[in-house]
């Protein structure tokens, strides 16, 4: 914990990502802008914790019914009135307001930390969250087998999409969908629209030959479809959430997830069959590719949801936030929300996390968004880069919202390129001024343009439908 001498009277709880395992730095950089917007730079006390294991114990901890459960939620838990209490020890006094935020891993500490935490905390911020961890790891896995059936190598599952050929499909998807919202940019805000605008089967040349980067072979279209459209069972039961089309796809992030993490030892088989199945299998960490290329949706998926005599309570007790959508409590006592994500995520669905603001707004007949608001990101990966403007500062309006009453109508985001004092993101188009704005909207509005002014600033767009 860091206990800054200038204390702004403020404190954070700092979620960390991944299986956790280490204590990042209590900066508290919650996925959302630059170095200078973090919060112990602000003046916050912050808290840092490796959620109960050390690196080491990465992914075997899984093993350790008690250690799964301070990795889902214990250690928020336990740490959190530890934390106010050496605030109060240091200051004379507990913290005036208590946030907690986090990206990825962090983004579901935090969703479940609104949900089982409600009265210690004013504000929650979720970026990119894995709220449903469990089941979108499995859909990794499912991916894994997609890509598996036309990746000219196995062990490189990208050559089933390659960079060209990814590049290819943005720009089928930028010619359907970018005029959408008004203005010609490299960027799809009008996602919805997008979704029936765009077909993969139609708008993506068909290779008549050999593959060349310019075009997709029938199987390929169908693979990737698939994997769009999300796992299934034999019964055709959908187990987790679709994916819109997005041209952030050809970013780097986005193939990481979908071609590397799909099958490495750090990333999600182990997630799913060391942490989160019942009962855990530790072989699997010989060879994680045979265990994503096996995985059987009938038969292994539903351990995700299983309990024993030593493992008393799932995965998906653990993980997920219980009743995510009924957050009464945080709403009552003045407590808000914030939630950001890229469309073109490449593990966490926005489209579940969409459905979950969906059924939070009919929860509380259509009002949710005077507690709770959801930002989507256009063309970002996860957390942060792809062709996107992937720098913003959502725990400043977090703070305004929580503290003033400033609700927030939208996030100015940045597009980091070369030159920019926030750092390069290497993927931002050449044609696109290096500090390029766009206002990130509360779903369900979308950055609309305004049809004058300079496109590349924000305040040249209105947030509407």
Known sequence: MRLPLDWNGRYLYQGNGGTDGSVSSATGAVGSGGPLTNALYRGFAVISSDAGHSSSQNPLFGMDPEARIDYGYGAVKKLTPMAKALIKAAYGKEPDRSYVGGSSNGGRHAMVTAARLPQDYDGVLANSP??????AAAAQLY??????????DENDLATGFTVAERQIVAKKILERCDGLDGVTDGLVQDV???????NIFDHVPTCSGARDGTCLTVAQKSAIDLMYAGPVNSRGERLYATQPYDPGLAGSGWASWKFSSSVGA????VAVGIIFQVPPDPTIVSNTRAFAFNYNFDMDYPKLFQTNATYTESSWSFMTPPNPTKLDALRDRGGKMIVVQGVSDGVFSIDDTKRWYDELDTE???????????FRVPGMNHSSGGISTDQYDALDALVKWVEKGIAPDQIVATARGEGN??????????DWAVDRTRPLCPYPLIARYNGTGDSERAENFTCKK
């Open 192 to 198: 919805e629209a997008c979704q029936t605008a765009f």
């Open 364 to 374: 509380n007949k259509g009002k949710a968004a005077d507690f709770a608001r959801f």
């Open 143 to 152: 991916t894994a087998q997609q890509f598996r059936k036309v990746a000219t």
């Open 266 to 269: 750090s990333r999600d088989p």
């Open 130 to 135: 894995g709220f449903n961890l469990p089941k």
């Open 421 to 430: 004092a926030g750092g390069a993101n290497r993927e931002v188009p050449a």
